[in-house]
């Protein structure tokens, strides 16, 4: 990855935390450009991570290798519409972290031409913990996909998709799936106090449980049922627990959800994509 020269067109959060994963994994910063039309935020992250900033959404095409859509959704069919002739030129990777908008649209408006990646990271690749998928054409070769796996692994674990219609899927459980366990862990914060404990306590004790749990499942090879049953002893109190979230038909409510999560995802995709 040394060799290539990877340009961000966008400099914000996840851009950020995109840089500063390969940073850490060895990758020299004077190899990454970022395009921002913002000034301050252009100087903050040449301070932070020593990487060249420039205003140009084209100059930084021209240079690149690997060029990083990291602009909002809302915003992309502008950018990669200006960026299209510059690609004609000079025809890098793409790789575009746009949640929801499909291949179809960004090939259009990059040009036909133009080798297209699409990525879905999730909020946690900013503490290098992220989960990514990725959804590749068949005209994009393996040296190809391996840079762009090589890059989102950087901020976490990167999985494939062959059918690009499971990025909704993905969505809904990687790319939203951070704020359920927020949710079900602001409950259990709650009833914590609610219990006797103090604030404080209940809130460390709902993290540290959820971190060790989430690490056990990950450093295991063992299924989530099986982990489940190791530590529920029969006529014990997570048994008893386990029983109410049975009955309150927490599966049932899971699969809705998520669904309902999926479901959204299409809709934004059909009302983004436009023009394609």
């Known amino acids: 990855m040394n060799t290539k020269t990877l340009a961000f067109i966008g400099g914000g959060n996840m851009a950020s935390a995109m840089i500063n994963g390969l940073i850490e994994d060895g990758t020299e910063p004077s190899h990454i450009l970022v395009a921002e039309p913002d000034e301050t935020r252009r100087e903050q992250l040449a301070a932070r991570f020593g990487v060249h900033t420039l205003s140009d959404n084209s100059e930084a095409a021209h240079q690149a290798d690997v060029l ?14 200006g960026l299209s002739p510059a690609l004609q030129q000079h025809t890098p990777l793409c790789l575009s972290i746009a949640a929801g908008i499909r291949h179809a649209s960004l090939q259009a408006w990059l040009g036909q031409d133009v080798p297209v990646i699409r990525v879905m990271p999730n909020t946690p690749a900013m503490l290098g913990a992220g989960a990514s998928g990725l ?3 068949g005209n994009i070769d393996a040296a190809q996909r391996e840079v762009a796996e090589h890059i989102m692994r950087a901020t976490g674990i990167a999985v494939w998709l062959e059918d690009e219609s499971l990025m909704d899927a993905l969505t809904a459980v990687s790319g939203s799936g951070p704020a359920y366990f927020f949710r079900f862990m ?9 219990l006797g404990l103090s604030e404080k306590t209940a809130h460390l004790l709902v993290l540290q449980t959820a971190l060790g749990a989430a690490r056990m ?3 295991s090879t063992a299924p989530l049922k099986e982990l489940r049953s190791s530590v529920t002893s029969p006529g014990g109190t997570t048994e008893a627990a386990l029983k109410v979230f049975t009955e309150g038909g927490l599966a049932q409510l899971v699969q809705q959800a998520l669904t309902a999560a999926r479901d959204r995802s299409i809709e934004l995709s059909d009302s983004l994509g436009g023009d394609e």
Do not use: C, D, N, S
């Open 68 to 81: 990083i859509l990291a602009v909002k959704p809302q915003a992309l069919k502008t950018v990669a519409k």
């Open 135 to 137: 959804y590749a054409p």
């Open 186 to 194: 602001e409950a259990m914060e709650t009833t914590a106090q609610e």
């Open 217 to 219: 499942a990950m450093e």
